[in-house]
């Protein structure tokens, strides 16, 4: 039985107003129809998955792009090429150098001067302009983002099964077993995200992790996934314990017991199917925290790795240029706004769809 | 030594008169013209404060720092028994050796083995403590005490044997080789077998006097008493320094070749943010930029400021380090790859432009330069010698300084170039304030298989380059300069041959020959490194000061002849 079918809410009496107006036998519907017929309304939540699935969608795009229309990877350097702007040869860096003249003068014509955004003028290439090693921005920015959403989203899934079982483990069995994992929780909480995460993934961007048969390399991006999901364990499992350990008391898992059903059955049956909903919740709102995580640690050297993109990485290689070519740095910010912001108002409507009377939230 | 680190050199030559042969060098290398002598006059030109923004250094003690930003402040603040002039190296000869702490150029034996030097009277430390003939010895032994880079130039003095064994143990008594009369004032130096360079190695900061009472352990807050006309009177690593007048120096009584100074302190900001170092000189609120120009805005800069800046160059080289010791570079061919892929213009555009680029390993200035182009660009042939070498897909730890932007992006470029060969590359970036030492540190794992690096003269001699840098014998443990591990036994013999000539023979068209020969061995037939470029330096003063007053010396622009306008 699901906990809650027995709740009355305002679309529910409506429906049975319509349907005895109407004359039609009155049919119940369940919690996850009235979720969806309630976020079907939202429509600004919609219009939130909307936008963030574009940006998906985009970033998933990202070989497409490169291939056929910038013609260039992520990672192809370009300092001494040239483009074809309006049937001029324009050198994707600027030219110079210096020469010294025989009496010591020294003659200095500056370089380095990465190309603008040419838009369509150079048939598709350099359409948000060059790096400063000649690598297309736009390629690289998309390619950021698959980097950065993939490990958003694959942190976070991952932090959120972890995260599930042990809060189950914990809330169910208690004492011993709760102590432990709680503590265990509490000693990761301890610790701010960033400073937590800098640590585990500056020491791990050193040598890899070659450990219990797992080898990644340095520059692995499954380095910052893995450190991102680690840190999001106990954002995720402390609020679950404590709804577990509510549900355990109710007659429903009394009854399960009863009727002979172990441990692990009464969990994945009667507890998680009580819990999905704020665990469905919850992986939305950490995947928009996960994803400026690893943001945050890939501006500061510890996420992503050179020559690799991330919105974070492109944020910090733009630093140097941001009184000459500002757009290095604000476009992927654009993205990272764009993307978090939509996830976080999808979010939101999605709670209020599952559970209107919830108070999920992420606690920093 | 290091643009941003500084390294010792160890020359042993024959040399019947240190003397006659460092006149006949100082105008032979370097970027240095003319014999004119001491500093420009600081008359009326006095004031109360320079503030000055200086990127991170290794240390501020000048027994450990190796680093060019340490040894521009040092020139002002530790004087050896000699210093090089304090003239610009664009009029006059910066190179030339003059009298500092001793009251004149020591006298020698005919075989150039035995100097003998007489110091001053009066001389006093900032710290008011007597200048002492059993100083420099002290000087010395401290220098082993704290394993210091500047070891090698001391290799050549009689009873340093012990010191070089156990570096702990070493005391001043224990250097047979120097013998002092504090009373007198006298200091006696015997050396194994002569040395052309020796007066240039007592004038770089490895051998700048400190007094018998500094620790024997790195002493950088405050670092160590002064003898020049500043000490520094206080040093937050990375951060900030402090310099102010030493109250006992006496220029004009003295007689010393090095100016009194202008300004009365000297304050330093620390970043290695090259872009914020200019934008605080561009806004007045500092005066002096030790940092090179942000090149992200070289242009704009050179337009708007051009009166304000200075480019410079200077005796340096840009290059990669290839470990020689392990696989994938122990490979003759894929060494060969790395010079043939690597492309010298485009580094050059990741320099602003401030550089010219090479395949040789000296710099065009010296008279042992000729220019060579073994390995001109060419991708295809670089991914055929890889594929022929057999090591395509090794593993490759590639290390630079990462808060840098040029080096950052000298970097990822090489890093782009190697993943092109089809390397598996791992990008280490470093702060600039300990790469060298991480670099130059055998034990540093991921063992680094390349690696950015530069050089720039001790003084003008191409063993500064290849004994230091390049020689198989010369490689240590730790505070190592030969970070390739480069140990060719012919080219070795070669260096030790041409650094044991006569003084008469160093620089003649035969020993020249002979020395580009040894470059052009080092790159054709080894591929020992990836020379790039040689580097363009700046200058960048803001409106408040008389560029009149920039004295780029052999250790830069010279803090204490700078004047206000």
Not at chain 1, 337 to 354: C, E, K, M, P, W
Not at chain 2, 310 to 335: G, I, V
Request: net charge neutral; glycine share 10%; proline share 6%.
């Amino acid at each position: 039985m699901v906990a809650g079918q027995e709740d009355f809410t305002l679309d529910t009496a409506a429906d049975l107003a319509g349907r005895e107006r109407d004359g039609n036998e009155v049919r119940g519907r369940s919690p996850w129809a009235l979720a969806w017929r309630r976020l079907r309304r939202n429509y600004v939540a919609l219009a939130s998955l909307g936008v963030f699935l574009l940006v998906v969608v985009c970033c998933l795009l990202a070989p497409v792009y490169a291939n056929h229309v910038a013609h260039r990877g992520p990672n192809d350097t370009n300092l001494t090429g040239s483009i074809e702007v309006n049937g001029k040869s324009v050198p994707v860096i600027s030219n110079g150098g210096a020469t010294v003249l025989p009496d010591g003068t020294v003659v200095v014509v500056p370089a380095g001067q990465p190309i603008g955004p040419q838009w369509g003028a150079a048939g598709g290439q350099y359409v948000l302009g060059a790096d400063q090693l000649g690598r297309d921005l736009a390629v690289r920015l998309l390619y950021g983002g698959r980097n950065s959403l993939r490990i958003g989203l694959t942190a976070a899934a991952i932090s959120t099964i972890i995260s599930v079982l042990l809060a189950l483990l914990a809330a169910y069995f208690g004492g011993a077993v709760d102590w432990i994992l709680s503590r265990v929780f509490d000693l990761i909480w301890a610790f701010p995200v960033i400073l937590l995460g800098i640590a585990l993934g500056t020491a791990l961007s050193i040598n890899g992790f070659h450990h219990a048969g797992i080898n990644l390399a340095a520059g692995d991006l499954w380095i910052p996934t893995a450190v991102i999901a680690f840190v999001f364990i106990p954002y995720i499992a402390r609020p679950l314990r404590g709804q577990v350990l509510a549900l355990r008391e109710k007659e429903f898992v009394e009854a399960a017991t009863a009727q002979g059903a172990g441990p692990i059955r009464i969990m994945l049956t009667e507890l998680l199917p009580n819990v999905a909903s704020t665990v469905l919740v919850l992986f939305t709102l950490i995947v928009a925290n996960a994803i400026l995580t690893e943001v945050g640690l890939s501006f500061l050297g510890a996420g992503v790795q050179p020559p690799n993109a991330s919105w974070g990485t492109l944020i910090s290689d733009g630093q140097a240029w941001l009184s000459t070519d500002p757009w290095f740095s604000i476009l992927p910010g654009i993205f990272i706004a764009v993307t978090v912001l939509s996830l976080n108002i999808f979010g939101d409507g999605l709670r209020d769809a599952l559970d209107p009377r919830a108070k999920v939230r992420i606690e920093h | 030594m290091r643009i941003k680190q500084g390294r010792t050199v160890v020359l042993v030559a024959v040399a019947a008169t240190g003397l006659a042969l460092l006149a006949s060098a100082c105008g032979g290398g370097g970027s240095g013209k003319g014999t004119t002598t001491g500093g420009g006059s600081t008359a009326g030109k006095t004031f109360a404060q320079l503030k000055v923004v200086w990127g991170p250094t290794d240390y501020m003690d000048p027994g450990l720092s190796y680093r060019l930003a340490s040894w521009q402040i040092f020139q002002d603040v530790y004087m050896g028994l000699v210093v090089k002039a304090h003239v610009s190296c664009q009029t006059g000869d910066c190179t030339k050796i003059l009298p500092g702490l001793a009251a004149s150029l020591p006298t020698s034996n005919q075989a150039g083995t035995d100097y003998k030097f007489t110091l001053r009277k009066g001389l006093k430390y900032s710290n008011g403590e007597p200048v002492k003939a059993s100083d420099f010895a002290y000087t010395v032994a401290r220098d082993f005490k704290l394993n210091s880079p500047g070891l090698g130039f001391f290799a050549n003095i009689v009873g340093i044997d012990g010191c070089e064994k156990t570096p702990t143990s070493c005391t001043p008594a224990s250097i047979t080789g120097i013998t002092s009369n504090d009373q007198a004032g006298t200091i006696e130096i015997k050396l194994k077998n002569p040395e052309s360079d020796f007066l240039y190695e007592l004038s770089i900061p490895f051998s700048a006097l400190v007094p018998s009472s500094t620790p024997l352990t790195d002493t950088e807050n405050p670092p160590p008493a002064a003898s020049g006309p500043y000490y520094i009177a206080s040093y937050t690593p990375s951060r900030s320094f402090l310099l102010k007048r030493n109250p006992y120096w006496k220029k004009d009584e003295l007689g010393m070749s090095v100016p009194n100074g202008n300004p009365d302190t000297i304050v330093g900001l620390m970043t290695p943010d090259q872009d914020r170092s200019a934008q605080l000189v561009q806004s007045g609120q500092y005066m002096y930029d030790e940092n090179l120009l942000p090149t992200t805005r070289l242009a704009a800069l050179k337009q708007n400021y051009g009166s304000q800046i200075r480019f410079w160059s200077t005796p340096s080289t840009y290059y990669w380090f290839l470990n020689e010791s392990k696989p994938p570079f122990n490979n003759l061919k894929a060494r060969q790859a790395v010079n043939y892929a690597t492309d010298a213009s485009a580094l050059v555009k990741l320099r602003g432009g401030l550089a010219i680029p090479t395949q040789n390993f000296l710099p065009p200035s010296y008279p042992q330069y000729k220019k060579i182009n073994p390995y001109p660009y060419n991708l295809q042939k670089a991914k055929q010698l890889v594929q022929e070498s057999g090591t395509k897909g090794d593993h490759v730890d590639l290390y630079t300084e990462g808060d840098v932007d040029t080096a950052k992006s000298a970097g990822e470029y090489e890093q782009g170039v190697l993943q092109k060969l089809g390397y598996n590359v791992t990008i280490h970036e470093i702060g600039s304030a300990n790469y060298f030492t991480i670099v130059g540190n055998q034990a540093t794992t991921p063992t680094p298989n390349i690696g950015y690096a530069d050089w720039f003269e001790d003084y003008p001699y191409p063993s500064d380059w290849f004994h230091i840098l390049l020689d198989g014998d010369t490689i240590t443990k730790t505070h190592n300069n030969n970070y390739g591990l480069v140990d060719f036994k012919d080219v070795n013999a070669k260096i030790a041959q041409l650094d044991a000539l006569p003084p008469s023979q160093a620089f003649t068209a035969q020993t020249n020959a002979e020395w580009a020969a040894v470059d052009n061995e080092l790159q054709t037939k080894y591929a020992a490194t990836v020379p790039y470029l040689n580097s363009l330096l700046t200058s960048f003063l803001s409106s408040k000061m008389d560029m009149s007053c920039d004295i780029y010396t052999d250790s830069q622009d010279d803090l204490a002849q700078m004047c206000l306008k």
